[in-house]
């Protein structure tokens, strides 16, 4: 399997994964508090909307990218984000068919497009995690979307460590599983 086509590949896994998830929620937990400070479950899923939203941009012809994270959708209208979310899900799909993922686009440093999938798909992984701590769905990521989550945080950290992206690391659990001890450093704390 060719660079491009394995970060395709855990994108998708990611993407997937998230989109099952988020249709296993059930409706009246939407508004639980996640480990994102002030973000609820359906807030988070109007970020990942907005990461979905970055990688359509990034197989734009102009590769345009900001370089600053998502964020969350002020509206609580739980059928209308899940719309907003459904939407750009079928679109990022579309657009991958036609994108030419070995160009180099900037984002952060000049990059394939395909290189560029690597932030979204952590972003997918690691919220998806907290949508499903939320809502007291299963939790342990599967090991290959595990490990692709962990990429982009190879990085130096005060490029990711900083306010509006992720805090400081906090101690897992003696017993946490391999998924929680990712989120400790990423700064989330698991239930007990």
């Known amino acids: 399997m060719s660079e491009t086509d394995e970060f395709v590949d855990q994108f998708f896994q990611a993407l997937d994964y998230a989109d099952k998830l988020i249709d296993s929620v ?18 988070v899923v109007s970020h990942l909307t907005g990461t979905l939203d970055k990688a359509i941009q990034m197989q734009s012809a102009d590769g345009v990218f900001e370089e600053k994270p998502a964020s969350p959708g002020q509206g609580s209208d739980v ?35 395909a290189e560029t999938l690597a932030l979204p798909t952590a972003d997918l992984a690691v919220h998806s995690w907290d ?5 007291g769905l299963e939790r342990e990521l599967p090991r290959p979307l595990l490990e692709s989550a962990k990429g982009p ?40």
């Open 79 to 113: 059928s209308e984000t899940l719309q907003r979310w459904r939407s750009a899900r079928d679109m990022v799909r579309d657009g991958m068919a036609g994108a030419d993922l070995d160009e180099k686009v900037w984002a952060y440093g000049h990059r394939t497009r």
């Open 26 to 43: 059930p409706e009246p937990v939407w508004g639980n508090q996640t480990p994102c400070e002030e973000w609820t479950a359906l807030q």
């Open 131 to 135: 949508i499903a701590v939320a809502t």
């Open 153 to 192: 945080f190879n990085m130096p950290e005060e490029m990711w460590r900083q306010p509006g992206l992720f805090g400081p690391a906090v101690d897992a659990a003696d017993d946490a599983s391999d998924t929680d001890q990712l989120m400790a450093f990423l700064g989330r704390r698991a239930p007990r």
